[in-house]
């Protein structure tokens, strides 16, 4: 790759290793894509624990933890100006041309792009997430994205509805936002080399136990199936399940296994038939692509990014009601024989590839050095 082509990005989000979800994925994977694309890619996060100063993880990713401790839900204390001297250090040691933030509820994304365009670097914003319009907090949380955003050179969305609800929200001109959706590392989620037998159907959920994951709405949609679940995540709702469990006398089929480290999640997933998704705004959702993978049917609510995931053929769609739910299970459990876990895999392989979003993103970066000051 010729010299001038050649990237020096810097990743920004409070939200990356050890920590896991969905925007850490993203990070890590999309910066190991680039490194092979010949780019040079730095990550800065706030520090975990004792994980502070500068590490390198896979590839030769360097990161570096800068050491801000999280205040609330792993996002730094706003400081506007505190972060300045630092992110100034970084960007000048590793001789960026191209900040990216990620995550609109990370401080630290918002006060890099911030202090990034003072300096007159070019900047790449990508939304992960879906908010109101309407209730206080997201009054606010537009006001501040309106705010940091407003000389954004390009962003970037993972569904074509996330982009409507930022264009909406921002006020940003369509034509400097891209749709540029996630992916799964297929190498990593394969499907069972056995195909389970279908005597005892397994439903497996795999979430964060939060309100905006739906989680009362399984406590509601688990007693009303005769099947067995397997749950795997924690959250503040977790006791609302295990209440129900302890009511419904359940514990012979619900399973709560609580955190699961990432490198466990596929021999979860392998151990059930049918995946169930029940958030009540989503603006991809990795995880479905994860059970998609591994050969499992999806069972979604229909919100947000989540109906431009799979094929209709690969995902069966229920509005946000405990009812419907229950019917869509159903309709899963009757097309399951149908399934072959195996052409499920190669299906997702052709489909989603975190080395296509890469060098589609790299598209956006060249785009965002040849935007105008």
Known sequence: MGDQKRHKILMVSDFFYPNFGGVENHIYYLSQCLLKLSHKVVVLTHAYGNRSGVRYMTGGLKVYYIPWKPFL??????????TLPIMRTILIREKITLVHGHQ??????????MHARTMGYKVVFTDHSLYGFADVGSIHMNKVLQFTLADVSQAICVSHTSKENTVLRLGLPPEKVFVIPNAVDTAMFRPAPEKLSQDEIVIVVISRLVYRKGADLLVEVIPEDLVRFIVGGDGPKRMRLE??????????RVEMLGVVPHARVQSVLISGH??????LTEAFCIAILEAASCGLLTVSTRVGGVPEVLPNDMIVLA???????????TKAISILPKIDPQVMHLRMKKLYSWHDVAKRTEIVYDRALGCPN
């Open 274 to 279: 049918i995946f169930l998704n029940s958030s």
């Open 319 to 329: 509005e946000p009601d405990p009812s419907d739910m229950v019917r869509a299970i």
């Open 104 to 113: 609109a509820f990370s401080t630290l994304c918002h006060e890099a792009l």
């Open 243 to 252: 209440e129900m469990r302890e009511k419904n006398s359940l514990h012979d």
């Open 73 to 82: 839900m792993q996002n730094t204390l706003p400081t506007f100006y505190g």
